[in-house]
């Protein structure tokens, strides 16, 4: 079935340094691929999405690229501060009009002061 | 704030029981999504709708079922609770043929 692949699990990082979180899915039908910030006890909030069509998309600190070859995007935190701990999320779309959101399993990510 | 609600915020039911719960979408959505999500890990797709009907489900078994109404609100009904059962149901809405999920803060069910 569809499925959709996170690492790490874990990361830690000083402030100021930048975070990587690499996804790849199975689909090659997928077209968009969101990104999701979960804080603790909170709903996940989309922080940034590209579609397929489009190979780096950057908003502020953060930046989605997307390897359609390879079938694998990541999420670039730079500048990273305290507030940016939280579990995110990767997913992709795929399914057409029916379609639905396959979400990766998610990685924490601690930003140590 | 994303305008999507969901109720109850909290729930505990025995194994057996049946549940109810419920999501307004956000102002100008007409499709609800719910999504299971369990302790340390990403939300699972349970179904959809759009236009009063299922449009669209996961793996998952007949007793997880689902209604929308005119207003686009929507209630997920869980039959015959089992302990797997136990996770954060989070609904999340959309407007027809946007991939762009919003979700609610979800509804944390514990089956005993």
């Known amino acids: 079935g569809e499925n959709v692949e996170q690492h790490p699990s874990t990361l830690s990082v000083q402030e100021g340094d930048s975070a990587v979180i690499k996804c790849t899915y199975s689909d090659s039908a997928s077209n968009y691929f969101p990104w999701y910030k979960q804080e603790l006890g909170k709903r996940p909030q989309l922080i940034i999405d590209i579609r397929s069509n489009v190979g780096e998309k950057k908003d502020q600190r953060i930046a989605v690229t997307l390897n359609k070859t390879a079938k694998h995007f990541s999420l670039h935190i730079t500048e990273t501060q305290p507030e940016d701990s939280a579990v995110y999320f990767c997913a992709a779309y795929y399914g057409g009009s029916q379609g639905n959101l396959i979400f990766g399993k998610g990685t924490k990510l601690s930003v140590k002061p | 704030e994303t305008g999507v609600t969901q109720s109850p915020t909290h729930l505990i039911k025995t194994r057996g029981q049946q549940v109810t719960l419920r999501c307004s979408s956000q102002?100008?959505?007409?499709?609800v999504s719910w999504y299971q999500q369990a302790l340390g890990q990403g939300p699972q797709f349970i179904f959809q709708?759009?236009?009063?009907?299922?449009?669209g489900r996961g793996n998952f078994p007949p007793r997880f079922s689902g209604l929308q109404f005119p207003n686009y609100s929507s209630e997920l009904n869980v039959n015959a609770l089992e302990l797997d059962d136990s996770a954060l149901y989070l609904c999340?809405?959309?407007?027809?043929?946007?991939?762009?999920?919003?979700f609610g803060s979800g509804t944390q069910l514990s089956v005993l």
């Open positions: 102002s100008g959505h007409n499709t």
């Open positions: 999340a809405s959309s407007s027809a043929g946007n991939e762009k999920l919003f």
């Open positions: 709708y759009y236009r009063e009907e299922e449009n």
